[in-house]
Structure formats: C-alpha cells, structure tokens
C-alpha cells in the first residue's frame, strides 16, 4: 500500500552553516564594531548575545537572512525571550524545532480526513503518515496539506510504492 510520512525537520548542518556566516558578517560590519555581538548553537539551541536590544534585532535579521540563503525556512525558528545579562548587554535563546508536535499532527490529521480524499492519516511520534490505495491520491493530499498548513515548515518523505 502506497504511503508517505509528514515530517517538519531542520537540516542542522545548514543551521551551523547559517549561524557561522552570521558570525562572520556580523564580526566584519561597521555598526557591530568594538561590541560583542556574536550567535552560539548547541545542537538545538541558538544563543544570540549583543550590546543593545537594537543589535539584537540587528543580529538576528542577520541570522534570517543568512538561513533563508541556505534554504532552512525561518519558521523552525521559536524566538525566546530578550534577558538581560548585566549592563547593557542582553542576549535570546533562539531554539530549532523539530518535529510536529501533537496539536498541529491533529490539525493535519483532520485537514486530510475533512478532504474526503481516500487515504488515511495516522500519528507516529513526531510525524504523520499517510497511506492510500492510489499514488494520485497521495499526491493530491501533498497538495492539498502545501496549501492549507502555512504555520510550519512541512516536509514529505519516505514515499513508497
């Protein structure tokens, strides 16, 4: 029976290659100069530190920019809250999700079964497969979820004959 898992996955490689060239320009602009502005990752978890709230920002269309060039959607991105750290410096947990957590697996869930497609939709863990007699409705249920999840970064894979 043909099927196909739903899955919403960072490629962590691109993550440390964004956040490296963020690194980079932020050490060699004219407006970070002197300051200590910089983004740590450890696995999952991006730390941004910067002098001011406004470098922060600054820092952290940086870091958008630099992902969005390596094709590592933006939306798996969860902002966390602006701390101070003594003085003026301030610094953000930014953490990268992954999976699809259960409230969201649901809604897909109920799109696909709502769509009177005939396929059927089960969660598994962090993911949701789908199974079908036909390969067109399979592929129709791809379009139909690109159309109507736009609240987070959805990936297909694992697609069997």
């Known amino acids: 029976m043909p099927s196909f898992d739903v899955v919403s996955e960072a490629n962590l490689v691109e993550v440390k290659n964004a956040v490296?060239?963020?690194?980079?320009?932020?050490?060699?602009?004219?407006?970070?100069?002197?300051s200590d502005a910089r983004v740590e990752q450890k696995e999952r978890e991006l730390t941004a530190y910067a002098d001011s709230e406004f470098q922060?920002?600054?820092?952290?269309?940086?870091?958008?920019?630099?992902?969005?060039?390596?094709?590592?959607?933006?939306?798996?991105?969860?902002?966390?809250?602006?701390?101070?750290?003594?003085?003026?410096?301030?610094?953000?947990?930014?953490?990268?999700?992954n999976g699809i957590e259960s409230d969201a697996a649901k809604k897909i869930v109920?799109?696909?079964?709502?769509?009177?497609?005939?396929?059927?939709?089960?969660?598994?863990?962090?993911?949701?497969?789908?199974?079908?007699?036909?390969?067109?409705?399979?592929?129709?249920?791809i379009a139909l979820l690109k159309k109507d999840v736009t609240d987070l970064p959805l990936e297909f894979n694992n697609f069997r004959d």
């Open 20 to 34: 490296d060239q963020a690194n980079k320009e932020i050490s060699t602009r004219f407006d970070f100069k002197g």
């Open 56 to 97: 922060l920002n600054q820092l952290r269309d940086v870091l958008m920019a630099k992902m969005t060039k390596r094709n590592v959607d933006v939306r798996f991105m969860d902002n966390g809250k602006i701390e101070k750290i003594g003085g003026d410096k301030v610094k953000q947990v930014i953490k990268i999700r």
């Open 110 to 141: 109920r799109i696909v079964k709502d769509s009177k497609i005939k396929v059927q939709a089960s969660i598994q863990g962090e993911a949701v497969r789908i199974n079908g007699a036909k390969r067109d409705d399979l592929q129709a249920t």
